[in-house]
């Protein structure tokens, strides 16, 4: 049962342009969602995050949205460069026992930032 | 300095066989999780450790056993190796289940 989808295994977009990221999910009871960028043989690395409450977060080149209702959110960089070469993995926070997080996360997208 | 550091990175030992993969970090976090990153690539959840203490255990076979001396370490045993154990296991810490930072991967091999 994925309660967390990424439909798009890979994206390829041209240096400069915008790369959009999307994802969608089945839990209404994640609190909180999180965009993780992942190099080969190397750890996911927490990119930019997004509360339930809210439908925007910036920071720079990165904006995530949450449309609540459709149960989808989105992660838009722009410009686009190639050092964002990477598999970007959603992930969502759900509470498991009193105040005991856990994250659920996509299968990935790798994104192709072409020079 | 690495946050969040496991050893070994890369291990390939016969079925059968037990082993261990250590994890420390340096954040003063209170809370550590072992996931894996199985062949289809979905990244999950095994262990969270709160202060020590397990407090998500999500159906793991028995034969991984985690340990956690103090806060700062959770090292994650493994018993009997079969070969659908190959997968990369990563270590990760939050403060009180607020962003998890992860661990540069261990890749086990099973042969």
């Known amino acids: 049962d994925q309660q967390v989808k990424q439909n798009s295994p890979s994206l390829s977009v041209q240096e400069g342009r915008i790369s959009i990221l999307n994802c969608d999910y089945t839990?209404?009871?994640?609190?909180?969602f999180l965009w993780y960028k992942k190099y080969p043989a190397e750890g996911p690395t927490f990119l930019i995050s997004i509360s339930s409450i809210k439908d925007k977060n910036e920071d720079g080149r990165f904006t995530v949205f949450l449309n609540k209702s459709a149960k989808h959110l989105s992660l838009h960089i722009v410009p686009s460069q190639p050092g964002d070469s990477a598999v970007y993995f959603c992930?969502?926070?759900?509470?498991?026992?009193?105040?005991?997080?856990?994250?659920?996360f996509g299968k990935g997208t790798l994104l192709t930032v072409n020079p | 300095d690495t946050a969040v550091s496991q050893t070994p990175k890369y291990l390939v030992t016969q079925m059968g066989n037990d082993k261990s993969i250590k994890c420390e970090q340096n954040?003063?976090?209170?809370?550590m999780y072992w996931y894996k990153q199985d062949s289809k690539k979905f990244l999950k959840i095994m262990f969270s450790?709160?202060?020590?203490?397990?407090?998500i255990n999500e159906t793991v076979p028995n034969r991984f056993s985690p340990k956690s001396p103090d806060k700062a370490h959770l090292n994650l045993h493994i018993n009997s190796l079969e070969l659908g154990d190959s997968a990369v296991y990563f270590c990760a810490s939050s403060q009180s289940g607020a962003t998890i930072y992860f661990g540069e991967g261990s890749w086990l091999t099973v042969v």
């Open positions: 992930a969502a926070r759900s509470v498991s026992g009193g105040s005991n997080y856990k994250l659920t």
């Open positions: 954040l003063g976090h209170d809370t």
């Open positions: 839990n209404s009871m994640f609190d909180y």
């Open positions: 450790y709160n202060n020590k203490e397990l407090i």
